[in-house]
């Protein structure tokens, strides 16, 4: 069964850094793009970023350019956001998702990241 | 890059069909072949309906089918159920800047 978990988000301080994981299981991770979606609460869903099979290729919405970086590690089966220079805007649940617009897409459960003093 | 557009709500009586629309530009929408289509629960996970315009995942009930013209894409949900009654968005990779653009929602209810 594929299964993709994120890691506990939480609260931080505006200014602040947070380092989002995923781990994946059930299916051959290295051989898949990967991705992660963010949703803030009671709002629609936008699309952060984007990494390709070996971690060579990186894409990101103009919002977190400069700001977050999205990594992976093949070995450990796992998906990494490192979010620096957090902003209350950036307030949101964050999904790691696999292939999220094919017919074999999956997403995790999301996990809640909330800026605030 | 801005939010494709969809309509805030619809809806339907059960047995009903209901179509949302994703306006997007000749950027997007327009150009790709990769425009899909997620529902939504409260709490849940996106959970993707069709892909690829109007391709449908298996397990997805085949009353759910989408279609594009233009800019636009569409989805029509046929035979409305208590089930479909979720939150729909579009999504499309935008060919131009190499990213992804998703819909501003759509609440569907059944009536």
């Known amino acids: 069964e594929v299964q993709l978990v994120e890691s506990e988000g939480g609260l931080v301080q505006p200014g602040g850094s947070v380092r989002l994981s995923c781990a994946a299981s059930g299916f051959s991770f290295s051989n898949h793009w990967m991705h992660w979606v963010r949703q803030a609460p009671g709002k629609g869903l936008v699309w952060v970023s984007r990494i390709n099979r070996d971690g060579s290729m990186t894409g990101y919405v103009d919002s977190v350019k400069g700001r977050f970086t999205v990594s992976r590690d093949n070995a450990k089966n796992t998906l990494y956001l490192q979010m620096n220079s957090l902003r209350a805007e950036d307030t949101a649940m964050y999904y790691c998702?696999?292939?999220?617009?094919?017919?074999?897409?999956?997403w995790g459960q999301g996990t809640l990241v909330t800026v605030s003093s | 890059q801005s939010a494709l557009t969809q309509p805030p709500s619809a809806s339907g009586s059960p047995g009903q069909s209901v179509t949302i629309s994703c306006t997007g530009t000749?950027?997007?929408?327009?150009?790709?072949?990769?425009v899909s289509w997620y529902q939504q629960h409260p709490g849940k996970a996106p959970k993707v309906m069709i892909y690829e315009v109007n391709k449908r995942p298996s397990g997805v009930p085949d009353r759910f089918s989408g279609s594009k013209s233009g800019n636009t894409a569409s989805l029509t949900v046929s035979g409305l159920q208590a089930e479909d009654e979720a939150e729909y968005f579009c999504?499309?990779?935008?060919?131009?800047?190499?990213?992804?653009?998703f819909g501003t929602g759509t609440k569907v209810t059944v009536l």
């Open positions: 999504s499309s990779y935008a060919v131009s800047s190499d990213i992804y653009v």
């Open positions: 998702a696999r292939d999220f617009d094919s017919g074999d897409g999956h």
């Open positions: 000749s950027g997007d929408v327009g150009v790709s072949k990769y």
